[in-house]
Nanobody, 125 residues
Framework: QVQLVESGGGLVQAGGSLRLSCAAS????????VAWFRQAAGKEREFVAY????????NYADSVKGRFTISRDDAKNTVYLQMNSLKPEETAVYYC??????????????????WGQGTQVTVSS
């Protein structure tokens, strides 16, 4: 059983930056691929970023490419999402999700069996 806990959300002005963390309580964290999703009020959950088990392969939604960076530190059982140049429309609850061994379909919520409780990110204009 994997427990994921997100942190780092908050209120930031447009153009600002935040770094989200996703801490996992599992001894074999290196066997899990991890993704970030977000869900704005009244909208469906959407894929943001992905990192594979090794940390060498990443993938991003087109809307965040060049501004967001996902990384992992397996020694700390933590995945990070560095978010720069934030926009008001990116206000949402951000969730991290994990799947053991990974999957071919990395941008679908159904792929991931483990989810955190989410952290609120609010970007003011």
């Amino acid at each position: 059983q994997v427990q994921l806990v997100e942190s780092g959300g908050g209120l930031v002005q447009a153009g600002g930056s935040l770094r989200l963390s996703c801490a996992a309580s599992v001894g074999t964290f290196s066997t899990y691929a991890v993704a970030w999703f977000r869900q704005a009020a009244g909208k469906e959950r959407e894929f943001v970023a992905y990192v594979d088990r090794s940390g060498t392969n990443t993938n991003y939604a087109d809307s965040v490419k060049g501004r967001f960076t996902i990384s992992r530190d397996d020694a700390k059982n933590t995945v990070y999402l560095q978010m720069n140049s934030l926009k008001p429309e990116e206000t949402a609850v951000y969730y991290c999700a994990a799947v053991q061994w990974g999957s071919a379909v990395i941008n679908a919520a159904r792929t991931y069996g483990y989810w955190g409780q989410g952290t609120q990110v609010t970007v003011s204009s």
